[in-house]
Nanobody, 125 residues
């Protein structure tokens, strides 16, 4: 299995930027699709973005399209989420997740098998 560790969260003012990182270990990272999800207090974990194993396909939630960019570097066993023009409603714990590339790349949290512990992103107004 693959282990995932997120980093890069923090406190930022509205309009600012952050880049989240997801470090993978254990199994070959290129064997997995990757996704980012977020969970705000009192809300369900929701889809943010996803990228397939070779970066050929990306998906974004409508709420982040044009502001967030997902990417990965298989040589470094790492994934990233660049977040620009942050809004207070982006405040949440952000999780990276992995799914075996033998399966389709979906947007549902339930379809991902491995999860990191999360990193807090707080956007002040």
């Amino acid at each position: 299995q693959v282990q995932l560790v997120e980093s890069g969260g923090g406190l930022v003012q509205a309009g600012g930027s952050l880049r989240l990182s997801c470090a993978a270990s254990g199994r070959t990272f290129s064997n997995y699709h990757m996704g980012w999800f977020r969970q705000a207090p009192g809300k369900e974990r929701g889809f943010v973005a996803a990228i397939n194993w070779n970066s050929g396909t990306t998906y974004y939630a409508d709420s982040v399209k044009g502001r967030f960019t997902i990417s990965r570097d298989n040589a470094k066993n790492a994934g990233y989420l660049r977040m620009n023009s942050l809004k207070p409603e982006d405040t949440a714990v952000y999780y990276c997740a992995a799914r075996n590339r033998a399966y389709y790349l979906g947007r549902q949290a339930a379809s991902f098998d491995y999860w990191g512990q999360g990193t807090q992103v707080t956007v002040s107004s």
